[in-house]
């Protein structure tokens, strides 16, 4: 089993649409959860992070980790076309000397205008 | 722009070479990451460095080292190239922690 799962997609969705994000993860030892956007042929952005569990906002974007479930989500609101792109989350036990990102496999979102 | 630099963007070499890929952190951080990307594996780690020392390593080849300098530049050589070496490798860096890894814009590699 893979230490984070994400579905590949591709998703598409009309402009305006709500969109969901999610990964499972196996290990119990994650602590930080990240959200990366990747533009075609560039590096992956930093969106969001969240500490353990909980929910975090900033702007259309809500990040959420349900700990106990080992599931993470990030959602978009009002999705516009400048959103498409691949969406990867990463995860960090973040402990013992080491902070080295365990990445899902990415999912790619088109929003069409 | 994440204020990561990699160079060069774009390497095409031939089976059995040796290439060195060059990173620059973002002002101030003292940690770089090394990442592969490939469509079947995705993003994986490869090595950590933290103010010149290796703090953490991944699947990383035995053909593929890394150091990082006094200036905090790092850089990544691949050695004994072979056509699964082909993927886009990105640097990130960050102050200390896992949670604001800031990546560079990768360099794309190809083997033939």
């Known amino acids: 089993q893979k230490e984070v799962e994400q579905d590949p997609g591709p998703l598409s969705v009309p402009e305006g649409a709500i969109v969901s994000l999610n990964c499972t993860y196996s290990n119990s030892a994650f602590q930080y959860f990240m959200w990366y956007r990747q533009y075609s042929r560039k590096g992956p952005e930093l969106l969001m992070y969240?500490?353990?569990?909980g929910n975090k906002e900033d702007g259309r974007f809500t990040a959420q980790v349900d700990k106990s479930s080992k599931y993470i989500s990030l959602f978009i609101r009002d999705s516009q076309p400048s959103d498409s792109a691949t969406y990867l989350c990463a995860m960090s036990a973040f402990g013992g000397g080491s902070e080295k990102l365990v990445f899902g496999k990415g999912m790619k979102l088109t929003v069409n205008p | 722009d994440s204020g990561v630099t990699q160079t060069p963007k774009h390497l095409i070499t031939a089976t059995g070479q040796r290439v060195t890929l060059r990173c620059s952190p973002r002002?101030?951080?003292?940690?770089v990451y090394w990442y592969q990307q490939s469509l079947d594996q995705g993003l994986q780690f490869l090595i950590q460095y933290y103010n010149g020392e290796e703090r953490a390593k991944g699947n990383i080849l035995e053909r593929f080292s890394a150091q990082q300098f006094p200036d905090l530049h790092s850089e990544l050589n691949l050695s004994s190239l072979e056509l699964g070496d082909s993927a886009l490798y990105f640097c990130?860096?960050?102050?200390?922690?896992?949670?604001?890894?800031?990546f560079g814009p990768g360099t794309r590699l190809l083997v033939l």
């Open positions: 969240t500490y353990s569990s």
């Open positions: 002002s101030g951080d003292l940690s």
């Open positions: 990130a860096s960050s102050v200390s922690g896992a949670e604001t890894q800031y």
